[in-house]
């Protein structure tokens, strides 16, 4: 409630995905199991995506290699990023889960 507004209300957007990192902890602490393994075994299971799963950092059998292209314009191998500690944001928000 201290902070500062980043910018005066209905001026402008500012996404972030942090309210759901939290509802995805109360649902942790109530169920008492992790949040991806709930997700796993109550949505996806049951839905028959089995070749689905949450993008726990690394490279997974049959994933291709991510590339990015440099300031030369030439093809380099992208840097890698752990995104488990954003994954509960991002089964709510937005797609970050492999399917193989």
């Known amino acids: 409630a201290q902070d500062p507004l980043l910018f005066e ?3 402008k957007y500012y996404y972030n995905s942090y309210d759901f990192n939290l509802v ?3 649902m942790q602490e ?3 199991e992790p ?4 997700v796993t075994h109550n949505v996806l299971e049951p839905l028959g995506m089995n070749h689905t799963f949450p993008d726990m950092g690394g490279l997974s059998p049959n994933q ?3 590339y990015s292209v440099d300031k030369k ?4 191998r992208a840097t890698e990023v752990n995104n488990s500690s954003s ?3 991002a089964v709510f928000s937005r797609p970050l889960m492999m399917s193989i």
């Open 73 to 76: 314009k030439q093809f380099k």
């Open 87 to 89: 994954w509960e944001g």
């Open 9 to 11: 209300p209905g001026t």
């Open 64 to 66: 291709s290699i991510p």
């Open 24 to 26: 995805s902890l109360a």
């Open 35 to 38: 949040f991806e393994w709930y």
């Open 30 to 32: 109530a169920k008492k």
